[in-house]
Nanobody, 122 residues
Framework: QVQLVESGGGLVQPGGSLRLSCAAS????????IGWFRQAPGKEREGVTC????????YYADSVKGRFTISRDNAKNTVYLQMNSLKPEDTAVYYC???????????????WGQGTQVTVSS
């Protein structure tokens, strides 16, 4: 069955870096876009970034542009989120999700991981 498993979260100081992984099973990254989302306590879920399966196009929220980089390794069926210059406001649970399309449609994400906590604090 389809599964997404995030890992790599943790506690980091402001200005530090983390790399999150999203290991996919039950489907191939060759055919579906993957998005990363985050949700901070008391806030709505926010779309962070997405990578398409069609041509590898990437999209970023303005709040993370220039600091976060999404990438994928289709051989490992894994998507990564490299997060640099982390800020306290990046603290959230981060989720990866499978789009129902090749492209970053932003319309329907049909499978979600369980999330990984990222805490940015001194």
């Amino acid at each position: 069955q389809v599964q997404l498993v995030e890992s790599g979260g943790g506690l980091v100081q402001p200005g530090g870096s983390l790399r999150l992984s999203c290991a996919a099973s039950g489907f191939s990254l060759d055919y579906y876009a993957i998005g990363w989302f985050r949700q901070a306590p008391g806030k709505e879920r926010e779309g962070v970034t997405c990578i398409s399966a069609s041509d590898g196009s990437t999209y970023y929220a303005d709040s993370v542009k220039g600091r976060f980089t999404i990438s994928r390794d289709n051989a490992k069926n894994t998507v990564y989120l490299q997060m640099n210059s982390l800020k306290p406001e990046d603290t959230a649970v981060y989720y990866c999700a499978k789009d129902s399309s090749l492209h970053c449609s932003g319309i329907e994400y049909d499978y979600w991981g369980q999330g990984t906590q990222v805490t940015v604090s001194s």
